[in-house]
């Protein structure tokens, strides 16, 4: 009895999406909401928790329906293809909203006070909390980027929500029950893996320093590694 690694490495890459897309969301999404958008960490906080909310509903809900359809794909595969393809399409149209509110954004002075954050000696909480204090000004005088950016992440939540249950019942589905712990953990480093490579990603585009970047580039590459690891898991997975 011994654990086929191939085949469990295969089945991690739907795994390995997942955490890159998760990876990605929890390193831009604050900052936009905080930076481009002005919103108090409260704020921020609790719109960073809808996909536990949304956890608690849809897991359960789609693993159930996985665990019943029958299709030419298998029944994991429909949602793992249908729902990465929404999510990377929402991801993307997320950073053009994003993009939106920043080019009203700078028609304000908060990118130079920004900027003048960043110089060596200057009172870097007092700028950048004046820049906040003015992207929130334009975002309460117009509120429809953020309607829009929110009603996005929600699509993109969702789409991601529908898959979840199913990519992480693929193990189980091809590994016998005493080899599972063994196949889990490969799954995770599968995990793993998506998620240091997105962390370069985050590195070479210096998502964190610049507090007023457009993240179009940074989110093409995130998806770009997504559909790699959908595609290597389409063709190799039956």
Not at 157 to 165: C, Q
Not at 205 to 229: D, E, H, I, P
């Amino acid at each position: 009895m011994k654990l086929n690694y191939k085949r469990t490495i295969l089945v991690g890459f739907a795994f390995f999406l997942i955490s890159a897309f998760w990876q990605a969301y929890d390193a831009i999404i604050p900052l936009a909401l905080t930076n481009h958008f002005g919103l108090p960490q409260s704020i921020s906080g609790i719109v960073m928790s809808l996909d536990n909310i949304l956890a608690v509903f849809m897991l359960p809900i789609f693993g159930a329906i996985s665990d019943k359809v029958n299709t030419r794909l298998g029944k994991r595969t429909p949602f793992i293809l249908v729902g990465t393809i929404v999510a990377v399409i929402a991801f993307v149209g997320l950073t053009f909203v994003d993009n939106y509110q920043l080019s009203l954004l700078a028609l304000t002075e908060a990118p130079e006070l920004f900027a003048e954050s960043l110089l060596e000696g200057a009172d870097k909480a007092a700028l950048q909390d004046a820049a906040k204090a003015l992207a929130l000004e334009l975002t309460v005088s117009n509120p429809v980027p953020l309607i829009g950016f929110l009603l996005t992440l929600l699509v993109v939540l969702i789409a991601m929500a529908t898959f979840r249950s199913p990519a992480v019942a693929l193990m189980p589905d091809v590994t016998i029950k005493p080899l599972r712990s063994k196949g889990n953990a490969i799954i995770n480093l599968m995990g793993t893996a998506g998620g240091i490579i997105v962390l370069a990603f985050g590195s070479i585009f210096s998502t964190g320093k610049n507090l007023t970047m457009r993240y179009t580039g940074y989110v093409l590459a995130v998806c770009g590694v997504m559909l790699v690891g959908l595609f290597v898991f389409l063709l190799t997975v039956k």
